[in-house]
């Protein structure tokens, strides 16, 4: 009699319970909420160039206010720029495209309305702040595509540069 196909059996059975034994393990983890994928959420901001993001983003909530982010960028372009409209296509942050809705910083200086002091020059970092429709709420999870225009002085051509922010509303 063959007793090889058998023992093989036997290996495959006990390994085949011990992964099921782990699989139930992982399963109540995660029912229970120690496994949480959205606790595990990465802090990200993602602008590429010519008008990259230096940092992430910052998302807060707003309490009786809807909340806001605020993202700092840096000119790369290679010449002078005027930001020029602000909005959220899709996410979290709802619709916002209203003129005086967005705020611009640059180099440190206030938060003034755009696009007013909106000249951003070759090299210079700037932040832009907008409010987001829906009321965001401390610990919930962000996701959001940002998008920006800004004209380039040397050519006048309007460009919109687009980005994703995503995190934990503080």
Known sequence: MNRKGQAAM?????????????IAAIAALAYFGVLSPEKMLPERTTFQAPVPNVDNAIVMAGGADAGYVEIAFKNNV?????????????????SVSATGAEEISVEGAAFTTIPIASTVTNGQGFRIKFRCTPALLAGEKFKSDITFKYVNT?????????GTVQGRIV
């Open 154 to 162: 040397e050519t006048m051509q309007e460009r919109p540069h687009q």
């Open 78 to 94: 290679g010449f002078t720029i005027n930001v020029t409209d602000v909005y959220a296509a899709d996410g979290d942050c709802g």
């Open 10 to 22: 036997e290996f495959l059975m006990t390994y085949g319970w011990a992964i099921l034994v782990v």
